[in-house]
């Protein structure tokens, strides 16, 4: 939360609760100046380079239209008699065409390359919530604490990471986020992601990828990874030979009719054998044409990536590792891809209607269904791998812009230790550059459990909230917003933004005690290696039920090994801090109310707050009380 910040209306009271999502603070840690020059400066030339390349297509735009309307002079001038003249401005249009579409992919590609820049620009100015892929289909009610770090929605950790390119690049980065990595795994990655930090022009490179990044949307390839994994439906290399037979003969039929008139007889009967035949195939070809027709969209993407990955030298384990897994064929998988590419292309050929007779006289769906389940049974195992590698290097491309744009942040120091999280001057990924970071200490030494007191608004649900999305950065392999961190491998549970459910019929209070058990067998399942969040614990019900339960779970937790704060409006559970003694301590976060408004400074201290704003805050407003 921004430093000294007075809170003076009911409007702002009610935007900056200490219950508040971290990242709908509207912006995130400034930037250095030197990576907005840089993105500013690359932004001004793919800017000039998309100028030059429209005015370049309206050019040649215009062009076309002269050869167009020259035809047409030439044609009402010299009569049909002189038609054979035609050919030239035929051919002359035909190649100014095929130009004009290597300049319009030009521009569309200088086009993607401002917008890569224009967003990477408004994500270290802070302007990114709510513009970005918000990963809310990656949401799970049930899990321990995805929903109370608020990894996904509107301003999420999610959000302010997901710069992949492929919906498989965002499947692998929320896959991350939702299960912590070993202490191999994290180190692999930290690696990978130092290797990548430096490497702006591949991310642009995938950036400018296929013809929907302008807006940063993302490619689905969902649908193609279920098309792989599926049961092959035409097999055999023998009948897709027959086939191949049957049509060329029937080709040959049909020009030796055309051109001498004889042989009737047998292209009839050709002609009966394919109905024949394709109608024992036609419901599997017309499945396999449609399933390959849903799931090829936007191969070229995929085409490009495989293509960079090919071509590409690591030196990292996991990129090389990586590398590795898309290049376990003699034939490149970019080639194969392209071949797939290329039949999905031909059969959907079938639908135009110029075609569509030409292409029934020689089975044209039924053997390019057979070409493209012969693709399938061949290359489609493979083709999963490839998405899993494409995935992975996209989220640590993703990881990689948040060290290349915070060079501040620190890689944190993952150990095999007991449970364990130290940190100097910790604040929150999300929040604003002058945020106020604390430093934080839990298994280093005998301190196991901070309880958190403070007043309303003064910080304690945000803290919470910094340590556990930090954590789970520092867990996925990311660096982390503090000068120092330290930690060991541990699951988190947490119990911050816990809400009934009208619909489940449960209320606020059951709704938390259901996620305290969980989080109680967790640390009983994980032999306490388990890092715990809890907001007001146990406040949905009395204060003699709440000081007993709260003090039970606590100490359980505290027993098994595990670490961890819970933050409470109710002095009287600070009592158990000195019960619990010397694994517990009391830290509080203070507040000034004085005749300008209420202040806060956000600064942890040791010990038990000592005032109360609420009565203060509801007179401010003019409650009468």
């Known amino acids: 939360i921004a430093d000294n910040r007075r809170v003076t209306s009911v409007g702002r009271d009610a935007a900056e609760s200490d219950t508040i999502a971290p990242a709908t603070a509207a912006r995130q840690a400034a930037a250095p100046d030197a990576i907005v020059r840089e993105y500013e400066t690359r932004l001004a030339a793919r800017r000039a380079t998309l100028a030059a390349r429209e005015r370049a297509c309206f050019r040649v735009s215009n062009l076309r239209l002269v050869i167009a309307a020259s035809a047409l002079v030439l044609f009402i001038v010299g009569g049909p008699s002189h038609a054979a003249w035609l050919l030239v401005p035929l051919a002359a249009f035909v190649a100014a065409a095929a130009w004009h579409a290597r300049l319009l992919n030009a521009r569309d590609r200088a086009r993607s390359a401002a917008g890569f820049y224009e967003r990477s620009l408004a994500r270290v100015a802070g302007q990114w919530p709510g513009h970005g892929r918000d990963g809310a289909r990656f949401a799970d009610p049930a899990h321990p604490y995805a929903a109370d770090l608020d990894l996904f929605g509107r301003g999420s950790l999610f959000e302010l990471l997901a710069t992949s390119r492929t919906s498989e690049g965002d499947r692998t980065l929320a896959r991350w986020l939702l299960a912590p990595a070993d202490r191999p795994t994290i180190g692999e990655r930290q690696e990978a992601i ?299 549970g947490a119990a911050i933004s816990i809400q009934d459910s009208l619909a489940d019929g449960r209320s606020k209070f059951f709704t938390e005690v259901r996620r305290l058990a969980q989080v109680s067998q967790l640390a009983a399942d994980r032999d306490g290696r388990v890092l715990f969040l809890f907001d007001e614990i146990l406040g949905g019900t009395n204060s003699h039920d709440r000081r007993i339960g709260a003090e039970a779970v606590l100490a359980n937790l505290v027993r098994r090994g595990a670490i961890g704060l819970a933050t409470t409006h109710d002095l009287a559970l600070g009592e158990m801090a000195d019960r619990l003694s010397p694994a517990a301590v009391n830290v509080h976060f203070e507040d000034q109310f004085g005749a300008d408004g209420l202040i806060f400074d956000y600064r942890i201290r040791p010990g038990v707050v000592r005032t109360s704003n609420a009565l203060a805050l509801m007179r401010s407003v003019g409650l009468d009380v």
């Open 194 to 492: 130092r290797e990548l930090v430096p490497r702006l022009d591949l991310r642009e490179a995938i950036a400018v990828m296929g013809d929907v990044v302008e807006t940063g949307e993302h490619v689905d390839v969902s649908g193609l990874r279920a098309w792989a994994s599926a049961p092959v439906r035409l097999r055999g290399t023998s009948v897709r030979l027959a086939l191949a037979g049957l049509a060329t003969a029937t080709l040959a039929a049909i020009i030796w009719w055309g051109t001498t008139g004889g042989f009737a007889a047998g292209l009839a009967l050709l002609l009966v054998i394919q109905i024949l035949v394709a109608q024992l195939f036609k419901t599997r070809a017309h499945e396999v044409a449609e399933a390959v027709e849903e799931a090829a969209h936007d191969l070229d993407v995929l085409v490009g990536l495989l293509r960079t990955v090919e071509a590409e030298t690591f030196t990292s384990p996991l990129l090389r590792r990586l590398q590795g897994a898309v290049a376990n064929r003699r034939r490149p998988p970019s080639r194969e891809l392209a071949r797939l590419s290329t039949c999905a292309s031909l059969l959907a050929s079938r639908e135009n209607l110029l075609f569509a007779l030409p292409a029934s006289l020689v089975m044209w769906t039924t053997q390019w269904a057979f070409t493209v389940d012969a693709w399938r049974a061949r290359v489609g195992p493979d083709l999963v791998q490839w998405l899993d590698a494409i995935g992975e290097l996209e989220a640590l491309l993703a990881l990689s812009t948040l060290a290349f744009e915070h060079p501040d942040y620190v890689w944190p120091d993952v150990v095999d230790a007991a449970p364990l999280v130290v940190a100097d001057d910790l604040a929150h990924p999300a929040m604003p550059a002058g945020a106020v970071a604390n430093d934080l200490a839990l298994g280093d030494d005998p301190v196991r459990l901070c309880i958190v007191s403070g007043s309303n608004m003064s910080g304690k649900s945000t803290w919470l909230r910094t340590i556990g999305a930090n954590v789970i950065l520092a867990l996925a392999g990311a660096p982390v917003r503090a000068s120092r961190f330290r930690l060991s491998p541990v699951d988190v």
